[in-house]
T-cell receptor, first 112, second 110 residues
Framework: DTGVSQDPRHKITKRGQNVTFRCDPI?????LYWYRQTLGQGPEFLTY????????KSRLLSDRFSAERPKGSFSTLEIQRTEQGDSAMYLC??????????FGEGSRLTVL | KQEVTQIPAALSVPEGENLVLNCSFT??????LQWFRQDPGKGLTSLLL?????REQTSGRLNASLDKSSGRSTLYIAASQPGDSATYLC?????????FGDGTTLTVKP
């Protein structure tokens, strides 16, 4: 098992553009989480899935953010009409139920 | 709403010293607490997971304790090495997700 994979590792975009991040969790894990982290802060929860069901979505997630996990495997996080305040590291993690969390290396977004 | 605080925010020690990092949480109804290490620009690497029924976990030079009643966890690092320099984060899991502190940035000087 190669762990949690995230793609792309770094994305630079202009304000107003749409971006999509992909996360491939550890294959046997049924839960997948998205977090956002800015410099000097801990990760902030965005949303999580159990299998294909999105069970919770943070109020931090505006209508411009959407996440999917079709078939309970990989997940995508899309940000529409990006703003400079969206610049951050987007982290994906997976677990089996409420067990140990494993994180990917993150996708860094820079909005110019 | 769960809030997690880590003290100190930064710590600098000479190589070989033993040290303790602190993590406090407001909601004691956590089902586990996990300690992570994060290197600059990287993701979080899991160090230790303590289930709510456990008091401590050990891995090599690391020992983590959990006291749910007081809302505290500590990470003890023995005989620190320059390679231990990183940011250490704790995450308390309840209501389906983990809530993290802002971390303690550790520098171990040779």
């Amino acid at each position: 098992d190669t762990g949690v994979s995230q793609d792309p590792r770094h994305k630079i975009t202009k304000r107003g553009q749409n971006v999509t991040f992909r996360c491939d969790p550890i294959s046997e894990h049924n839960r997948l989480y998205w977090y956002r982290q800015t410099l000097g802060q801990g990760p902030e929860f965005l949303t999580y899935f159990q299998n294909e069901a999105q069970l919770e979505k943070s109020r931090l997630l505006s209508d411009r953010f959407s996440a999917e996990r079709p078939k309970g495997s990989f997940s995508t996080l899309e940000i529409q009409r990006t703003e400079q305040g969206d610049s951050a590291m987007y982290l994906c993690a997976s677990s089996w139920d409420t067990g140990e969390l494993f994180f990917g290396e993150g996708s860094r977004l820079t909005v110019l | 709403k769960q809030e997690v605080t880590q003290i100190p925010a930064a710590l600098s020690v000479p190589e070989g010293e033993n040290l303790v990092l602190n993590c406090s949480f407001t909601d004691s109804a956590i089902y586990n607490l996990q300690w992570f290490r994060q290197d600059p620009g990287k993701g979080l690497t899991s160090l230790l997971l303590i289930q709510s029924s456990q008091r401590e976990q050990t891995s090599g030079r690391l020992n983590a304790s959990l006291d749910k009643s007081s809302g505290r966890s500590t990470l003890y690092i023995a005989a620190s090495q320059p390679g231990d320099s990183a940011t250490y984060l704790c995450g308390g899991a309840n209501a389906g997700k983990s809530t993290f502190g802002d971390g303690t940035t550790l520098t171990v000087k040779p």
